[in-house]
């Protein structure tokens, strides 16, 4: 009896040594397929939710490739990306905490941050180098023919702050126009149309116009490299308690980044498709805007006792709205700006 108890212990001791090394040789797989369900990483940590509203704009691409590819979920994060066209909607979003974060550019940043909902910046997208644009019809030819004539544009948003910029290199002022208030893709469509003299606005509109012969393009933002930049921003309240949600979210863009420097013609591919653009007019917005990678970022980001052209920039953003009148105080630049995890990462 003793001795067939001792075989029967044998045998289960056996069949727990072939069952422990079965799961160290391929009994992975239905872990990772649980992890999956559940929404955890293949550390089967849990994946980190994060929110991000944007606009439709090829500098977003990087957030689709990061996205798509895998790197966000690489490293531990969950991340939706929730197009909002219009922008009072999309701060509404961040004020009603349906969203966690924004991409968009300095001057709507610097809006957000004015009405109490504080931000941290920390990733540069992308640089406008041409993508933004003034079109007029065909008998105005110059930015000193616009005297006098409708334009429409987005009063203090980027587009505003172009048409300042290239209205003061030529001696003139708002004063000089008449303003028609409409969202910058509004604008471009309303020019195609014809029911506006000019208009400020984006790609692709600025092409359509060239290419249908509706107008002219008297000037670019490829004049005023620096002037509408933009970045990922997180609610300060939510920054503060995923400090490691916003390292995981630079590491994944940096690698991003690095993927499309290496495989342009897959990662365009997958970034047009999340834009829901076709990836020839895709490729074609990247020759009027300028992706930033990991170095770059550092750079600009600079460090907290030397911050660098990205605080320049900011501050020239603040100071327009203030002067404007868009908003009523001046947020600290510095404040909303946070280079720790840029100079942190590697790739």
């Known amino acids: 009896m003793k001795r067939k108890l001792k075989r029967i212990a044998i045998l289960f001791l056996a069949l727990a040594l072939a069952g422990l090394a079965l799961a160290g040789c391929g ?82 940043e610097t809006q957000i941050v004015a009405a109490g909902i504080p931000l941290k910046q920390i990733w540069a997208l992308d640089d406008s180098y041409g993508g933004d644009g003034i079109l007029a019809k065909p008998e105005i030819k110059t ?47 309303t020019f195609v149309a014809g029911k ?15 290419k249908e012969n509706k107008g002219n393009l008297l000037a670019t933002s490829k004049e005023t490299p620096g002037l509408i930049m933009d970045t990922v921003a997180l609610r300060s309240d939510w920054a503060d308690k995923h400090p490691q949600a916003l390292q995981a979210m630079v590491d994944a863009l940096a690698e991003a980044m690095q993927y499309w420097e290496s495989n342009k013609a897959e990662a365009n591919a997958i970034m047009a498709k999340g ?40 501050q020239q953003a603040i100071d327009f709205g203030f002067n404007n009148k868009v908003i009523k105080s001046k947020p600290d630049a510095k404040a909303m700006i946070d280079p720790t995890f840029v100079n942190r990462a590697k790739i």
């Not at 089967?44 to 944007?54: D, E």
């Not at 400020?200 to 060239?210: D, I, R, Y």
């Not at 020839?280 to 052209?309: C, H, I, V």
């Open 27 to 108: 009994g992975g797989s239905k872990q990772q397929a649980a992890d999956q369900q559940t929404g955890s990483s293949g550390q089967g940590q849990q994946l980190t939710p994060v929110k991000l509203t944007m606009t439709t704009w090829s500098g977003y691409g990087p957030l689709f490739l990061a996205r798509d590819k895998g790197f966000f979920k690489k490293h531990g994060l969950d991340v939706q990306l929730i197009v909002i066209q219009g922008l009072g909607e999309r701060k509404q979003a961040l004020a009603g905490n349906q969203v966690d974060g924004i991409a968009t550019t300095l001057d709507i």
């Open 143 to 189: 930015i000193k023919d616009l005297k006098g004539k409708n334009v429409a544009y987005d009063f203090g948003t980027a587009s505003h702050i172009l048409l300042l910029s290239i209205l003061a290199k030529n001696g003139m002022t708002e004063n000089d126009i008449h303003h028609v208030q409409m969202s910058a893709s509004d604008a471009g469509s």
């Open 196 to 210: 506006v003299n000019a208009a400020v606005t984006w790609e692709p509109w600025l092409s359509k116009a060239v």
């Open 275 to 314: 834009l829901g653009i076709k990836q020839e007019e895709f490729e074609s917005n990247l020759q009027t805007l300028r992706l930033f990678n990991l170095a770059q970022n550092k750079e600009m980001f600079g460090t907290a006792d030397k911050p660098g052209t990205l605080y320049t920039s900011l």
